[in-house]
């Protein structure tokens, strides 16, 4: 399932299965499976926990996970299930002390996901605003000691416009850590500009959904 902006009223449903859906993904060489809780982000607390767990036992590849996810106990059970990396997002603004505990833990494996309108941080499945600017939110988790930050601009998010590359290379220029891009990729070329300005990797989901490219030539377009 997708939304578009984040809105819980502007979802599209692209299979009732979504084990299959990850394992094909995996055959067509997907480097890393990302899934999301939708539900969860929204309840504030795992809902699809045991779907989850089913993805990450079917696949070889890593699998990171998001969604709901603000208790250490949540988080230590998604990597019990199998999960290599597990992020967080409404955590990061609320709780930051949960962050560090989990960071003491797995430290390779906590994700910071930075979900912004216009700049500002949203929570709570997106519903919510902060008031705390993402870019000062991103280096607050760096000199916590997580491993990387994911950006998501919600105003691109499932719009296949294009990223907002000027905010991304900002987030670059700024952080020791890396940046992984999320919403708005729609065509391979955004793919490269993304590498050029510096992100280590880019989530990509209706754009294959959708047929605009294909992931097998992304994967070769990027590696060369």
């Known amino acids: 399932m997708r939304l578009v902006h984040g809105d819980y009223d502007r979802e599209t449903e692209y299979s009732d299965d979504p084990v299959q859906v990850a394992t094909r993904w995996e055959h067509l060489g ?3 499976i990302h ?17 989850m767990a089913t993805i990450c036992r079917a696949v070889a590849v890593p699998v990171e996970v998001s969604g709901g996810l603000r208790s250490i106990g949540a988080i230590r059970a998604a990597f019990a299930y199998g999960a290599t990396r597990v992020q ?6 609320a709780n930051p002390d949960l962050v560090r505990t989990a960071i003491a833990e797995f430290p390779a494996g906590m994700v ?19 008031g705390v600017r993402a870019l000062e939110l991103a280096k607050a988790m760096a000199e916590a000691g997580v491993a990387r930050i994911m950006f998501t601009d919600i105003g691109r998010d499932g719009t ?31 793919l490269l500009k993304l590498a050029s300005i510096g992100c280590e990797g880019a989530i990509v989901g209706k754009a294959l959904y959708e047929g605009a490219f294909r992931l097998d030539e992304a994967i070769a377009a990027v590696s060369r």
């Open 30 to 32: 997907a480097p890393l």
């Open 35 to 51: 899934v999301v809780d939708l539900d969860g982000a929204k309840a504030g607390q795992p809902v699809n926990h045991d779907l």
């Open 88 to 93: 967080l997002g409404s955590a990061a603004v």
């Open 112 to 130: 910071v996901s930075i979900d912004a309108r216009d700049g500002e941080v949203r929570t709570d499945g997106w519903l919510q605003g902060s």
């Open 160 to 190: 296949l416009a294009e990223p907002n590359f000027e905010a991304l290379a900002e987030l670059v220029r700024a952080l020791p850590i890396p940046v992984v891009a999320s919403g708005g990729v729609a065509r391979i070329e955004h």
